[in-house]
């Protein structure tokens, strides 16, 4: 089952806008990672972000994480075209260290 | 960080034959995980691929329908077996270096059942 749960589900913005994506999760987590996918390709791996940390940026990228009320955000600065994707949040499975369970997903597509 | 190859990148196949995707990876690791993404879906854990030991299956997923070969600790085979339409979907592999770390993905088996 999902443990997260993404909104929207679908953003469409202009070029130079900023996105923010949101992702809930339902049980205690040590970190919580987001990820970008390229048309049906594979993953990328873009911040990780843990349960001690309340923010976290990556050049274009800033992750916010809230413990208390399960949630977490991504938002995409100064955005491009290029960065028409879906990403998606993911935290380990329960009793697992290493095995992810993957949020619903945003897809979104930066208008150029 | 890890490079994986995921072959074949996309194939069709018809109804009740098997298909099987390969994945190999340029370092030894411990655990390799394979997903499926059904269209238009989040990814879902099939099962653990476990070096020296059995695969283990996510709930509703079973052995005779996914059989998994782990020989070594850079290699590793998903089947899907009985195709069906139900199965076209991509199917992913991913390794992860370290417990509590992010996993790397192959580019994905993208498989379309007739």
């Known amino acids: 089952s999902q443990q997260g749960e993404e909104d929207p589900q679908a953003l469409s913005i202009q070029e130079g806008e900023n996105a923010t994506m949101n992702c809930s999760y339902k049980?205690?987590?040590?970190?919580l990672q987001w990820y970008r996918q390229n048309s049906g390709r594979g993953l990328v791996h873009l911040i990780l972000?843990?349960?001690?940390?309340r923010e976290k940026h990556s050049g274009r990228l800033r992750v916010t994480l809230d413990t208390s009320k399960k949630s977490s955000s991504l938002l995409i600065t100064a955005s491009r075209a290029a960065d028409t994707a879906s990403y998606f949040c993911?935290?380990?499975?329960?009793?697992?260290?290493?095995?992810?369970?993957f949020g619903s997903g945003t897809q979104l597509t930066v208008l150029p | 960080s890890a490079v994986i190859s995921q072959k074949p990148s996309r194939d069709i196949c018809q109804r009740g034959t098997s298909l099987t995707i390969q994945c190999q990876v340029d370092?030894?690791?411990?655990?390799m995980f394979w997903y499926r993404q059904q269209p238009g879906q989040s990814l879902t854990l099939i099962a653990t691929?476990?070096?020296?030991?059995?695969?283990?299956?996510e709930s509703g997923f079973v052995i005779d329908k996914f059989p998994i070969s782990r020989p070594n600790l850079t290699f590793s085979t998903l089947t899907v077996s009985n195709l069906s339409p139900e199965d076209s979907s991509i199917y992913l592999c991913?390794?992860?270096?370290?417990?509590?770390?992010?996993?790397?993905f192959g580019n994905g088996t993208r498989l379309t059942v007739t």
């Open positions: 991913s390794v992860g270096d370290a417990a509590n770390s992010p996993l790397h």
């Open positions: 049980t205690s987590i040590n970190n």
């Open positions: 972000i843990r349960s001690n940390e």
């Open positions: 993911a935290t380990p499975q329960s009793g697992s260290a290493r095995q992810l369970t």
């Open positions: 370092s030894q690791v411990t655990m």
């Open positions: 691929a476990n070096q020296g030991s059995e695969a283990t299956y």
